[in-house]
């Protein structure tokens, strides 16, 4: 029998022509290397493009091995779009203080002071604490300094008063408790700080601002109505020693009590003695205000 007709390599025809029809993914045509002979394509493309182009094969072939498909692991390059907008910055009170002023540090070392020292001093703040017996009579001190208390005393001895100098005094000691009233009132409204925790609401007769603590009501009351007693009033000395100690011990009772903190009482003892000053530069007479002791004579 005649051999069957082989190609000049020695191999069958049939052998070349079916290697030549397989696939270009068969191992024939390195197809199982699978990203190394997409590579080879994309590098001989860019070749091709190169010199279409007229540009370096040179510089091609560097642009061709640092492609995404080249490098593995990389990721290819979003198209630029917008810039996006910077994050918002915070408030200034939500910023954190990295660098805080002597100052600030000063005003919570105090605070921090005067909330330890308040209830340390908060002995008679229910009947369980160690001074709890000691509480009815500083309750009774309260009731001595509080506002209604000396309003209603004033009004009645001036109803009782038939001196010209009698009401002359008590009508501007009047206009102090008046004046008081209303500068604590608008002050704590304005500061809102609260009443210590230990403190319980059994007060004498309290207002809507009353459960604010800053400044003690019931201390610029004693520091301005003592000032004003040991002003106008002649006394002996025992006497004048007695409104000073009642008034440093009602301020004390208002933290004993745990109505108030150590700040409010002394910031209260301020206030109430600037407080005369405005009483005394402001001092009603019958030649200044005729009309309020017209007023009250024809009373």
């Known amino acids: 029998m005649a051999s069957p007709r082989r190609s000049v390599e020695g191999r069958p025809l049939g052998a070349s022509a079916s290697s030549n029809s397989s696939s270009p993914g068969s191992p024939a045509h390195g197809g199982g290397g699978g990203g190394g002979s997409g590579s080879g394509r994309f590098e001989f493309q860019s070749l091709l493009s190169s010199r279409a182009a007229g540009v370096d094969p040179t510089c091609a072939r560097l642009r061709a091995s640092e492609s995404p498909v080249h490098r593995r692991g990389s990721f290819p390059l979003t198209a630029a779009g917008p810039s996006q907008a910077p994050p918002p910055t915070l ?167 745990g109505r108030h903190n150590v700040t409010d009482v002394a910031f209260g003892f301020f206030l109430g003695y600037m407080q005369y000053s405005i009483v005394d530069y402001c001092w009603l007479s019958p030649h200044n205000a005729p009309v309020l002791f017209i007023l009250w004579n024809q009373q």
């Open 91 to 257: 408030p200034e009170e939500d910023r954190m203080d990295l660098n805080p002023s002597f100052l600030g540090i000063a005003l919570r070392s105090l605070l921090a002071i005067d909330l330890w020292l308040s209830k340390k001093l908060g002995v008679c703040a229910g009947e369980s604490s160690s001074w709890g017996s000691v509480r009815p009579l500083m309750k009774l001190l309260e009731i001595s300094g509080h506002g209604i208390t000396w309003l209603l005393g004033t009004l009645y001895c001036l109803y009782r008063s038939d001196s010209w100098a009698g009401r002359e005094v008590l009508m501007n000691l009047l206009f102090a408790l008046l004046l008081d009233l209303l500068v604590v009132a608008l002050i704590k409204g304005l500061v809102r700080r609260r009443r210590p925790a230990h403190n319980q609401m059994d007060m004498f007769v309290t207002l809507s601002v009353d459960k604010y603590s800053f400044p003690s009501g019931h201390a610029t009351r004693a520091s301005l109505v003592s000032r004003f007693i040991l002003k106008h009033l002649v006394l002996a000395i025992p006497l004048r020693v007695l409104v000073i100690l009642w008034a440093f011990i009602l301020g004390l009772s208002r933290v004993m009590l």
